[in-house]
């Protein structure tokens, strides 16, 4: 038996064809391990003209006249039409003539009509016979049936011909089998254009570059207590659009195929790969490109590009019509979606629209919503029920449920309750359960184990666990270790790691030399940019000793504005200084008003300062008064003084 070339297309039958008419062509290609066969046609080149039923006259009335070439596109024709008893005679006739198109067409009519046994027959004399199709048709018939080497055979001769049908399938059986020739074989697919395979192929290059920059630690919420060992977490868990794990700039290599990968099955209507190419150039910083792709998936029906172009214009400022797309992911099942939704109505305090939302987002299963219904009921005061939920999330694995679960109970004064919870959640990576613990082993005072946890969660960042480890390793003489630290807080923001770091530049410098007339006017140090930064930030010390310094290069205003800024907000330090600085301009009588302030709340210098102005001003018993807070104070030096002073306005006032 003699067998003609052939071409192939693809078979819908009229419940595919149904079904996937309503949806968007990359669930076609999603479903491809579900579609019956490859449909084989030898259909002469039909013009453009042409319409379908003048081509099915024209060879309905060759195929009359017993032309082979036509029996086999005319029974081609109507089978993928789905008339399957119209097409059988044509396609069993130009079969018995030696067509193998026919005959894998004719495999593919029969397995429809459920005699997959049959159809496995013809496909195999067409396969043998060179059709890619039919070998491809078989390849998954075998497979189906659990005869993966059988299955590897057909598919491989499928592929070898070039089936971009037949690549992808023997890919896909390779992968499953962890053989690393999938690859090659998911290449040679995309190549050929199929959109599943790049869109594979990507993820797997992909894979290999996440793998290769993923860095040891994935950090949580952040929660900072500076100055209290009371915990308190704080913001819904709302995640943004998962990103791979390639740095933001330029991608190169294995990445930069990858992008081109999904690129591809993108442009070809790939919801899922216009999605990660979206999340890719987000990552970028490349937004409006980003947002075309993600709008594009999401009209597809993708909810993760919903939800990812709602974080899209909630960040651009457009928060109505973020909720909009939110609402769309939501309702399609997506919990992160529903999350964002609770988590805006929260905002705008609509607690009963947030939590319901919250629900929906752990209905949906994402365990963030049972946190998120903790974090509300703790913030309505509702202590119980955030234990509830917290501990829901908690068992289910969340940790920075564990983290506010283990929070509430040492708030509650149960600390042996809440540190298995702390352990649970900074093993899981919480970089806060992580400085909780240091909290909690210091309250102890067990400051050994407090250092290890300490040290552990300023690794992964936690800017307050690097101050205490810094001032750790000020206290054991260790300053290189210390200056390294504190730089660390003080870059993450922390005002006292950057008054301690200060300090410790300011021990470094020499001392000033004596004044020169006319030589110019000192440069900041280092060490004043610190201070200054930690002033900024309402750190009283920092701004006393930013105004000494300011004073100090004869910037009175300069120094007048630190010294008031930190008097005013409760420094003695601050009003004692000011005072002086005041006293010398000859500003008396406001300077003894500081000096007042100053010596009320504790300073011992002041109310010596104070004593003296009385004693100038002949106010004798009132002179007297303040020597005794001075001495009262102290320290050493100031007593003494004050003492001697308050002995001879005895005298004074006795004589």
Request: charged share 25%; glycine share 10%.
């Amino acid at each position: 038996m003699v067998f003609m070339g052939d071409r192939a297309t693809l078979l819908e039958t009229g419940r595919f064809v149904q079904r996937h008419a309503r949806k968007a062509a990359d669930e076609i290609i999603e479903a491809v391990g579900a579609v019956d066969a490859a449909v084989d046609t030898t259909a002469d080149a039909d013009t453009d003209a042409e319409t379908e039923t003048e081509t099915e006259a024209r060879h309905r009335r060759a195929a009359e006249h017993g032309d082979l070439a036509s029996m086999s596109a005319l029974g081609a024709l109507l089978l993928r039409r789905g008339d399957l008893d119209g097409a059988e005679p044509y396609l069993r006739g130009a079969t018995a003539e030696g067509d193998r198109a026919a005959a894998n067409n004719l495999g593919v009519l029969l397995h429809q009509r459920g005699y997959p046994d049959e159809a496995a027959g013809w496909w195999r004399v067409a396969a043998v016979a060179g059709s890619a199709p039919a070998a491809h048709a078989l390849g998954r018939h075998h497979r189906e049936r659990g005869d993966e080497p059988a299955a590897e055979y057909w598919l491989r001769q499928a592929a070898e011909q070039g089936h971009a049908l037949g690549a992808y399938a023997l890919a896909d059986l390779l992968e499953h089998r962890s053989d690393v020739g999938a690859e090659r074989w998911l290449r040679a697919a995309a190549e050929q254009g199929h959109r599943e395979a790049a869109y594979r192929l990507a993820l797997a290059l992909e894979r290999r570059v996440t793998e290769t920059t993923r860095g040891p630690h994935e950090t949580g919420t952040r929660l900072r207590v500076p100055g209290t060992r009371a915990v308190v977490p704080s913001g819904a868990a709302v995640t943004g659009t998962a990103v791979p794990g390639q740095p933001a700039g330029e991608r190169t290599g294995e990445a930069a195929e990858a992008e081109q990968w999904f690129r591809q099955a993108a442009a070809r209507g790939h919801r899922r790969a216009a999605l990660h190419l979206g999340a890719i150039l987000e990552h970028r910083g490349e937004l409006k490109e980003a947002g075309r792709w993600y709008l594009s998936s999401a009209k597809e029906g993708e909810a993760k590009a919903a939800c990812a172009l709602g974080f899209l214009l909630r960040d651009a400022g457009d928060e109505e019509s973020a909720a909009v797309w939110w609402l769309r992911a939501a309702q399609d099942g997506d919990g992160n979606a529903a999350n964002a939704l609770g988590a805006l109505h929260a905002a705008r305090g609509e607690q009963q629209t947030a939590e319901r939302w919250y629900r929906a987002a752990m209905d949906a299963g994402d365990v963030n919503g049972a946190y998120n219904l903790g974090l509300l009921c703790a913030a309505q005061d509702r202590i119980p029920q955030a234990e509830q939920w917290y501990r829901r999330a908690a068992y289910a694995g969340h940790r920075e449920a564990a983290n506010a679960l283990a929070v509430l109970l040492l708030q509650a004064g149960d600390a042996n309750g809440a540190e298995p919870w702390f352990s649970k959640a900074a093993e899981a990576g919480s970089v806060d359960a992580a400085f909780n613990l240091g909290i909690l082993h210091a309250g102890r005072d067990d400051d050994r184990t407090a250092l290890v946890w300490y040290e552990r969660a300023a690794a992964a960042g936690h800017t307050e666990a690097a101050l205490q480890v810094g001032i750790a390793a000020l206290r054991d003489g260790d300053e290189q270790t210390a200056e390294r630290h504190l730089r660390c807080a003080a870059g993450g923001g922390s005002a006292e790691a950057a008054f301690r770091l200060a300090s410790v530049l300011d021990a470094r410098r020499p001392e000033p030399g004596p004044a020169v007339l006319g030589a110019p006017r000192e440069e900041k140090s280092e060490c004043e940019e610190w201070y200054e930064r930690a002033a900024q930030q309402g750190h009283r010390r920092a701004q006393v000793r930013v105004g000494m310094l300011a004073a100090g290069r004869g910037d009175l205003a300069e120094a007048d504005r630190w010294y008031r800024e930190a008097a005013e907000a409760g420094s003695r330090n601050g009003a004692f200084n000011l005072g002086l600085l005041l006293a010398r301009e000859g500003s008396e009588r406001e300077a003894a008003l500081w000096w007042t302030r100053a010596a009320r709340a504790g300073h011992g210098r002041a109310a010596l300062r104070l004593a003296l102005l009385a004693a100038r001003r002949g106010e004798l018993t009132e002179g007297r008064r303040w020597c005794d807070r001075a001495v009262e104070l102290g320290p050493a030096e100031v007593a003494e003084r004050a003492a001697r002073l308050s002995e001879a306005l005895h005298q004074e006032l006795t004589a």
